[in-house]
Nanobody, 119 residues
Framework: QVQLVESGGGLVQAGGSLRLSCAASGNIFSISNAMGWYRQTPGKQRELVATITSGVSRNYADSVKGRFTISRDNIKKTVDLQMNSLTPEDTAVYYC????????????WGQGTQVTVSS
C-alpha cells in the first residue's frame, strides 16, 4: 500500500518558520519522477507550492520563491519543505504528492497537514 505521510504542520506567527516533511513508503520515492508540495484553502483549487524531480530540479510557485525551499533525502526517502517568512496568506492544508510520468504512471497524495499563520 502506497503511503505518503506528512508531518510538521502547526500554528505559527507571521514572520515565523515551519518545516514540513513527507515520508514515502516502498519504491514510490525512488521511482517517482517528481515529488512535491501543494496547498489548498477552503473554496479554492489545490495549487502547486514546490516540486523536486529525481534529478533534483526544483520548481516553485512565484508566491513562495525566496521564502520556501524544497529538498529531498534519498536515504530517508523524505521530501521536506522549509518555509520561512510565513504570512497569513500561506495558511492552508499542505499536501505531499508523488508523480510518475512514465509507465506505470501514478499520482499519489498524502492526507494533508494544516499550516496556520497568525497575524
Amino acid at each position: 500500500q502506497v503511503q505518503l505521510v506528512e508531518s510538521g504542520g502547526g500554528l505559527v506567527q507571521a514572520g515565523g518558520s515551519l518545516r514540513l516533511s513527507c515520508a514515502a513508503s516502498g519504491n514510490i520515492f525512488s521511482i517517482s519522477n517528481a515529488m512535491g508540495w501543494y496547498r489548498q484553502t477552503p473554496g479554492k483549487q489545490r495549487e502547486l507550492v514546490a516540486t523536486i524531480t529525481s534529478g533534483v530540479s526544483r520548481n516553485y510557485a512565484d508566491s513562495v520563491k525566496g521564502r520556501f525551499t524544497i529538498s529531498r533525502d534519498n536515504i530517508k526517502k523524505t521530501v521536506d519543505l522549509q518555509m520561512n517568512s510565513l504570512t497569513p496568506e500561506d495558511t492552508a492544508v499542505y499536501y505531499c504528492n508523488a508523480k510518475r510520468y512514465l509507465l506505470p504512471q501514478w499520482d499519489y497524495w498524502g492526507q494533508g497537514t494544516q499550516v496556520t499563520v497568525s497575524s
